[in-house]
T-cell receptor
Framework: DPKIIQKPKYLVAVTGSEKILICEQYLGHNAMYWYRQSAKKPLEFMFSYSYQKLMDNQTASSRFQPQSSKKNHLDLQITALKPDDSATYFC?????????????FGPGTRLTVL | GQQVKQSSPSLTVQEGGILILNCDYENDMFDYFAWYKKYPDNSPTLLISVRSNVDKREDGRFTVFLNKSGKHFSLHITASQPEDTAVYLCAAGGNNNRIFFGDGTQLVVKP
C-alpha cells in the first residue's frame, strides 16, 4: 500500500483558475514538505510543516498556500494559476522536522496550466 | 548561493564499471548527507544516507564517503548495471535546517 498519497496524479487547469493538490501520509511522520520540479530544472523546496505549523517557506508568491487539516495531511492550494506554475509537485514527509531526518517522497502531481 | 552542488550534470559508464558521483556543500553545520535516485516522471527515492559521525557507509553496491573537512561527499557504485540509469540527487542538512538538494547528475550505464 502506498504510504504517501498524492491526488490527483495529473491535473490540467486554465490560466487564472484555482486548484488544490492533496497529500496524505500514513508513515506516522510529524513533518511534511512540498517540493516542485519544473521541466529541466532541479527539485525546488517550497514549504515545510511540523505538527501542522509552518516551519519554512521558500516560495515568494502568496498564490501558493499550504493547508493542514490533520497532522498527516498537507494540501497545497494554488490560486490565479499561470502557465509557469506547470510542474510536478511532490509532497514529502519525515519523522520530525529538520535536515537530520530522512525524507520520503510521494508520487507527485503533474500540473499543466494552459 | 546554492547550498549543495553537483559538479557533473551527466555521467556515462559501461556496464560493470565502478562510478563515482560527487557532491559539495557549503554549510559546515550540516550533519546529514543522503543520495536519492530519481527516474523520469517519478519521485525521488532515498538510496543511502549517512550521519556526520561516520565517514563511510556501505549498502550492497552503494557506498557513501564523507569528507567533512573538505565539505564533500560522494556515492560510489560498483558493478554498475543498466538499471542504475537515473538521475542521482545528493542532499544535505542539519538539525535545524531543511534538506538542501543538488541539481542532480544524470547517470547512463551502457550495456
Amino acid at each position: 500500500d502506498p504510504k504517501i498519497i498524492q491526488k490527483p496524479k495529473y491535473l490540467v487547469a486554465v490560466t487564472g483558475s484555482e486548484k488544490i493538490l492533496i497529500c496524505e501520509q500514513y508513515l506516522g511522520h510529524n513533518a511534511m514538505y512540498w517540493y516542485r520540479q519544473s521541466a529541466k530544472k532541479p527539485l525546488e523546496f517550497m514549504f515545510s510543516y511540523s505538527y501542522q505549523k509552518l516551519m519554512d517557506n521558500q516560495t515568494a508568491s502568496s498564490r501558493f498556500q499550504p493547508q493542514s487539516s490533520k497532522k498527516n495531511h498537507l494540501d497545497l492550494q494554488i490560486t490565479a494559476l499561470k502557465p509557469d506554475d506547470s510542474a510536478t509537485y511532490f509532497c514529502a514527509s519525515s519523522q520530525d522536522h529538520g535536515g537530520a531526518y530522512e525524507q520520503y517522497f510521494g508520487p507527485g502531481t503533474r500540473l499543466t496550466v494552459l | 548561493g546554492q547550498q549543495v552542488k553537483q559538479s557533473s550534470p551527466s555521467l556515462t559508464v559501461q556496464e560493470g564499471g565502478i562510478l563515482i558521483l560527487n557532491c559539495d556543500y557549503e554549510n559546515d553545520m550540516f550533519d546529514y548527507f543522503a543520495w536519492y535516485k530519481k527516474y523520469p516522471d517519478n519521485s525521488p527515492t532515498l538510496l543511502i544516507s549517512v550521519r556526520s559521525n561516520v565517514d563511510k557507509r556501505e549498502d550492497g553496491r552503494f557506498t557513501v564517503f564523507l569528507n567533512k573537512s573538505g565539505k564533500h561527499f560522494s556515492l560510489h557504485i560498483t558493478a554498475s548495471q543498466p538499471e542504475d540509469t537515473a538521475v542521482y540527487l545528493c542532499a544535505a542538512g542539519g538539525n535545524n535546517n531543511r534538506i538542501f538538494f543538488g541539481d542532480g547528475t544524470q547517470l547512463v550505464v551502457k550495456p
